[in-house]
């Protein structure tokens, strides 16, 4: 039987434990792929690079497996697996991680990981996102491959609807702790963020974002419920974000 | 009866003609301060700026409203806007744009246009984001304007429920041309995308995105067909990206 044929992305970048992590879970399940930005690219959402030229460059070759690096967001790497480096072959699926921290709730749509999965499920491939809840830059992914070795097969195997994202988080617990998988929904709540001041070198203000996710739905069918109770969440994700349920309340007149 | 407070912003620039295109639409309906990038930063998605200091500074004040500019992203913009400009004021309406070029059906997940309103809707502000189907820099935004002075005291009207971003897409015709608003769903489609390579003056090879959108859904509720129409589409987005319909067909096995 072919070897399915997995495409790695992250948003850590290239040097990042977490894709490591990744890719000991899913080789021994298909052909792997990857394709990372060269730095740090968290937080960067469903950006792709309209006016800068991009690069990439394979930086790495070890076990069969290639590692490419580009200068790109994560989306952009996802564009560079499909268009440049497996062009006209089917890619089975795309994951994406494992994110050095949680995605949950409404963190998906700041979250390039996601997005990368996201990306990659446009076009036929089925597509999963892992996060890992410890944004430590040397966190432990003991835990974290034990479950994605459990899963990846299970996705290759299951049949998904088109266009459908699994956004997989992953409790940082030992894993005697993990009480199972539970399929989840979005969490309700939203960042209470604070732009803090500071002063440079030169007496200028600037500012970070800081800030905390603010849980408004505490619900048991909720990743966030699911992931403060050790079970690991599966989100299933999908591109189309209307609002159907106040189409029709909506009336705008004509002139 | 209290002005409304609009925070206007859009992922264009400060020097846009559309974003002062969205200000001559709404001036006359609330008080108007304005956050905007200070460059162009269009398919930035829901980017946040992690990774490096963020600065405002305000670069005009005209008729009562002041106009400031960041070096972050459209949602930077908008927790600017919440968070530092208007900290402790309840925002009435948040308006993105005027965009150059169209957001219908999954550019919808691209634009720095529609993560600024979408942004905007998290913490209980109403928000929509306006785009002009034209691209170019010097866009006649005449049909554009009076669609928007006609929508924008209808939704600070509307009784809308909480959470929602409106995506409204307007077309480039006169405006006898235009045959009225459509409530639509998202469009299934993507980005056919290609990575053109190109060679620098060095001989080394880099890329640009390039691109057209394929209509996967052609149904008459859909963005891209009011738009083909010449109908102004108007589409309810939500914060909820989850995909309820497959659920239930999700099973993953536990150790």
């Given at each position: 039987?072919?070897?399915?044929?997995?495409?790695?992305?992250?948003?850590?970048?290239?040097?990042?434990?977490?894709?490591?992590?990744?890719?000991?879970?899913?080789?021994?399940?298909?052909?792997?792929?990857?394709?990372?930005?060269?730095?740090?690219?968290?937080?960067?959402?469903?950006?792709?690079?309209?006016?800068?030229?991009?690069?990439?460059?394979l930086?790495?070759?070890?076990?069969?497996?290639?590692?490419?690096?580009?200068?790109?967001?994560?989306?952009?790497?996802?564009?560079?697996?499909?268009?440049?480096?497996?062009?006209?072959?089917?890619?089975?699926?795309?994951?994406?991680?494992?994110?050095?921290?949680?995605?949950?709730?409404?963190?998906?749509?700041?979250?390039?990981?996601?997005?990368?999965?996201?990306?990659?499920?446009?076009?036929?491939?089925?597509?999963?996102?892992?996060?890992?809840?410890d944004?430590?830059?040397?966190a432990?992914?003991?835990?974290?491959?034990?479950?994605?070795?459990?899963?990846?097969?299970?996705?290759?195997?299951?049949?998904?609807?088109?266009?459908?994202?699994?956004?997989?988080?992953?409790?940082?617990?030992?894993?005697?702790?993990?009480?199972?998988?539970?399929?989840?929904?979005?969490?309700?709540?939203?960042?209470?963020?604070?732009?803090?001041?500071?002063?440079d070198?030169?007496?200028?203000?600037?500012?970070?974002i800081?800030?905390?996710?603010?849980?408004?739905?505490?619900?048991?069918?909720?990743?966030?419920?699911?992931?403060t109770?050790?079970?690991?969440?599966?989100?299933?994700?999908?591109?189309?974000?209307?609002a159907?349920?106040?189409?029709?309340?909506?009336?705008?007149?004509?002139?």
């Open positions: 039987m072919k070897k399915p044929l997995i495409l790695i992305s992250n948003d850590d970048g290239f040097e990042a434990k977490g894709l490591y992590a990744l890719v000991e879970a899913a080789k021994d399940f298909g052909e792997i792929v990857v394709v990372v930005p060269d730095r740090h690219r968290s937080g960067v959402g469903h950006c792709i690079t309209m006016d800068d030229p991009l690069r990439i460059e930086y790495r070759e070890e076990d069969g497996i290639r590692y490419y690096r580009t200068n790109g967001t994560p989306v952009d790497c996802i564009k560079f697996g499909q268009k440049v480096i497996l062009r006209d072959r089917h890619i089975d699926l795309v994951l994406s991680g494992i994110n050095h921290g949680s995605n949950s709730s409404v963190s998906l749509l700041y979250s390039g990981t996601m997005a990368a999965a996201i990306e990659g499920c446009f076009e036929g491939s089925k597509a999963a996102g892992f996060s890992l809840l944004y430590a830059y040397d432990d992914f003991t835990t974290a491959i034990h479950c994605a070795k459990k899963l990846i097969p299970q996705i290759l195997a299951a049949e998904l609807p088109p266009q459908i994202a699994l956004n997989i988080n992953i409790p940082q617990v030992p894993l005697n702790e993990i009480k199972g998988v539970k399929i989840t929904r979005q969490t309700k709540g939203y960042w209470a963020e604070d732009l803090e001041p500071r002063k070198a030169f007496g200028r203000t600037y500012y970070w800081s800030g905390y996710l603010v849980d408004q739905d505490h619900k048991e069918d909720c990743c966030q419920w699911a992931l109770h050790n079970y690991v969440s599966v989100q299933p994700v999908q591109i189309d974000m209307t159907y349920h106040c189409m029709n309340n909506l009336k705008f007149m004509e002139e």
